[in-house]
């Protein structure tokens, strides 16, 4: 639906096989060659250039709910900032239970079109709510509040079973809205729900692939196994020590002292290494700031 609505702004727009929207780069393909319009998989453009993501979504689902996340970049000016934000240090190091995400190139929905065709959010919200009317079959009625984007048009239409229109203001004084918007903003929403995830200093069974080197200031025989669920420390595995026994009494201090903590509490990971009775107090500096840097302190 979403591809249907964006294609009447842009043509070059499709549904790529991980579910994004694309915008093709190629040259225009030949009239014997365009794919039917519904087929949203295929633009008629050719795919030779490598398509730029304008659209992805992501989903959370629970047993009594689910939770749906859409982006689209319409107008940004700030493409080139947004590398910087998804370039994490720790991705080398940590594997989580989900889906995988994927890098790829992006774009605003303005790419690719001439200079004198302008397009703004105003227009991709009311092309995706006209591709919802025609989806569901509502009638040119259920449009008529959103005709003119630019007047806030309060009155409402409905149907048999539908109804459509702008709400003026907040409506936060309603009990059942307001409730779902503070838990959104809440700590257990944003932190509580993380799924599971490991953050490994070295190649294991699990995750076999190679990391990058540890601060060379540390031991060579440091290993580093943090696994949180939900925001929550549920086990490490921490020591500097080439010595086994010495080594033992590393990872049980360390996991004594961290174990079960919250991963918002914790401040600064080299305080939390101080509280690991038995843990090599030279090292405390080296290891908890490169903590720090893996989980954003």
């Known amino acids: 639906m979403v591809v249907r609505a964006i294609r009447q702004l842009n043509p070059r727009a499709r549904v790529n096989e991980r579910h994004d929207i694309v915008l093709d780069q190629g040259a225009k393909l030949p009239p014997n060659k365009q794919p039917h319009p519904d087929d ?68 605003n929905i303005q790419e690719g079109l001439d200079e004198d065709i302008q397009t703004n959010v105003s227009a991709v919200q009311y092309e995706t709510i006209k591709a919802f009317v025609q989806m569901y079959g509502l009638g040119q009625d259920a449009l008529k509040p959103f005709e003119r984007p630019n007047e806030l048009r309060t009155e409402f239409q409905h149907g048999e079973s539908w109804v459509s229109g702008h ?37 294991s069974k699990e995750d076999p692939r190679p990391r990058p080197a540890l ?7 440091t290993q580093v196994n943090i696994t949180c669920r939900h925001g929550t420390i549920t086990s490490t595995d921490v020591s500097i020590s080439p010595d086994p026994d010495k080594s033992q009494s590393e990872r049980a201090s360390v996991n004594k002292a961290l174990n079960e903590i919250s991963i918002r509490s914790i401040l600064d990971f080299r305080k939390a290494l101080q509280d690991a009775k038995g843990f090599p107090k030279a090292a405390t500096s080296i290891l908890g700031l490169w903590l720090n840097k893996m989980f954003g302190k």
Not at 40 to 62: Q, R
Not at 177 to 197: M, N
Not at 215 to 221: C, N, V
């Open 215 to 221: 601060p060379a200031e540390l031991e060579s025989s």
């Open 40 to 107: 949203t998989h295929t633009s008629a453009f050719f795919t030779d250039s490598p398509a730029l993501k304008v659209s992805g979504s992501a989903f959370k689902l629970t047993r009594k709910r689910s939770l749906h996340h859409g982006t689209c970049l319409v107008q940004s000016p700030n493409l080139k900032s947004i590398h910087p934000f998804l370039d994490a240090p720790v991705r080398h190091y940590m594997k989580a239970r989900g889906v995988d995400s994927v890098r790829s190139p992006i774009s």
């Open 167 to 203: 709400i003026e203001g907040s409506v936060q004084h309603l009990l059942e809205i307001r409730a779902g918007v503070l838990e959104l903003k809440s700590d257990e929403w944003i932190y509580g729900q993380t799924p599971q995830f490991t953050l490994s200093s070295h190649p």
